[in-house]
T-cell receptor, first 114, second 114 residues
Framework: NAGVTQTPKFQVLKTGQSMTLQCAQD?????MSWYRQDPGMGLRLIHY???????DQGEVPNGYNVSRSTTEDFPLRLLSAAPSQTSVYFC?????????????FGDGTRLSIL | AQSVTQPDIHITVSEGASLELRCNYS??????LFWYVQSPGQGLQLLLK??????LVQGIKGFEAEFKRSQSSFNLRKPSVHWSDAAEYFC????????????FGKGTHLIIQP
């Protein structure tokens, strides 16, 4: 009964380093998404995917790449980390069919860029 | 594009007192509305949602919310708060199709006084 699993839970990077945040779900959900949460900003959508092989940009996609090779996994890549990317990152998944489907969130990855 | 406003950044309530958290949205069509709660260091948990029908919706943990189209509001209420209700609360709006995720408010931090 794992749900949405994010790894790592915490990470500190230096400016310019690259990193991949992992997200896996075991509910066979077609729709997956990444959000970032900043103090006083709520959650903002970075990228989303409606199924394997299909991704699209959200509100704040710059500096991030995603791919969706399997239904289960939706990794988020930072190619060259910047201090502005210090944030808490949440992955979410739900079944296809729109927002009437319950959305499941992971516990988050807390990322600091020095 | 849709937007969500949570006017109160912080709210302090005495334990046992009633609670109302405000949420105003902007969206051209009938919105899908949600309230999420986030405990410190945790992910988001869905409290309740509104899609259509009865404008007063019941959620988990004794929470309810009322959709008022004329006021573009979806306020969250609880008749008697408990210390365990201290958390961050987010209102969110989404389209029916949902491909582009949810738009979140900036959150309201609830503090419970003994």
């Amino acid at each position: 009964n794992a749900g949405v699993t994010q790894t790592p839970k915490f990470q500190v990077l230096k400016t310019g380093q690259s990193m991949t945040l992992q997200c896996a779900q075991d509910m066979n959900h077609e729709y997956m998404s990444w959000y970032r949460q900043d103090p006083g900003m709520g959650l903002r959508l970075i990228h989303y995917s409606v199924g394997a092989g299909i991704t699209d940009q959200g509100e704040v996609p710059n500096g991030y790449n995603v791919s969706r090779s399997t239904t289960e996994d939706f990794p988020l890549r930072l190619l060259s980390a910047a201090p502005s990317q210090t944030s808490v990152y949440f992955c979410a998944s739900r079944r296809q069919g729109g927002n009437n489907q319950p959305q499941h969130f992971g516990d988050g990855t807390r990322l600091s860029i020095l | 594009a849709q937007s969500v406003t949570q006017p109160d950044i912080h709210i302090t309530v005495s334990e046992g007192a009633s609670l109302e958290l405000r949420c105003n949205y902007s969206y051209g069509a009938t919105p899908y509305l949600f309230w999420y709660v986030q405990s410190p260091g945790q992910g988001l948990q869905l409290l309740l949602k509104y899609f259509s029908g009865d404008t007063l919706v019941q959620g988990i943990k004794g929470f309810e919310a009322e959709f008022k189209r004329s006021q573009s509001s979806f306020n969250l209420r609880k008749p008697s708060v408990h210390w365990s209700d201290a958390a961050e609360y987010f209102c969110a709006v989404g389209t029916g199709g949902g491909a582009d995720g949810l738009t979140f408010g900036k959150g309201t931090h609830l503090i419970i006084q003994p």
